[in-house]
């Protein structure tokens, strides 16, 4: 199989919808997880009571799940990795890309990835 012209260095950034909702996402959680006692909880809504309830109760939980949210990121990130060498993205910015986009933002970077499918020169 060959690969066809403009496959090495294919990137495509995710989009800036999820990119901010994952940026505030992480945001919150990394202040509710490392900061609890800086958070307005009565400013934010129905999301306040909610949130000081699992820093109360469950702060453990928050923090576990915390680092496990960013182990699940590095190994997206490590798929991403595999992927583009699958799938002959083989330009070292272009991998860098994916590997960088995708451990920031998740599956919004990597379901982009999975979806590409590479163009393929005909055999002659």
Known sequence: MGKAAGNEAYFQRCNLFWCAVITLSFGYYT??????????YQSLGPLGPFTRYLVDHHH????????????????????????????????????????????????ASLSILIAYRPKRQKQT
Do not use: D, R
């Not at 202040?31 to 307005?40: D, G, L, N, R, T």
């Not at 990130?77 to 070292?92: D, E, F, Q, R």
């Open 60 to 107: 453990s939980l928050l923090h576990n799940g915390f680092w496990l949210a960013w182990l699940i990121h590095v190994g997206e990130s490590s798929y991403a990795m595999v992927l583009c060498k699958y799938k002959g993205i083989t330009n070292g910015w272009a991998q860098l890309c994916w590997i960088l986009q995708t451990f920031l933002f998740g599956i």
């Open 31 to 40: 202040w509710v997880v490392f900061w609890p006692q800086s958070v307005p």
